[in-house]
Nanobody, 116 residues
């Protein structure tokens, strides 16, 4: 069974950077599409970025384009989200998701707080 564990969240000042990691275990993720979602207090969970299994195609929400970068290292069974130029509105719990055919798995989330 695939398990996902996010890490790298924390408190950062506006304009700062964080790198989130999503470590997978139980199953090799090389065939999985990986994605990052986020959920702010009182709001619905929203898609932030996706990356195809080979890493060749990425997509981003308009709100993070040019600031966030999704990547993956299949040899390490890990996906990443590099977040630069962070804004207070990026504050949320960030979740990793893995999809293959009809199977989806979620991590438990990591808190990102952007505040001065």
């Amino acid at each position: 069974q695939l398990q996902l564990v996010e890490s790298g969240g924390g408190l950062v000042q506006p304009g700062g950077s964080l790198r989130l990691s999503c470590a997978a275990s139980g199953i090799t993720i090389n065939l999985y599409t990986m994605a990052w979602y986020r959920q702010a207090p009182g709001k619905q969970r929203e898609l932030v970025a996706t990356i195809t299994s080979g890493g060749g195609i990425t997509n981003y929400a308009d709100s993070v384009k040019g600031r966030f970068t999704i990547s993956r290292d299949n040899a390490k069974n890990t996906a990443y989200l590099q977040m630069n130029s962070l804004k207070p509105e990026d504050t949320a719990v960030y979740y990793c998701r893995a999809d293959f055919l009809t199977s989806s798995s979620w991590g438990q989330g990591t808190q990102v707080t952007v505040s001065s």
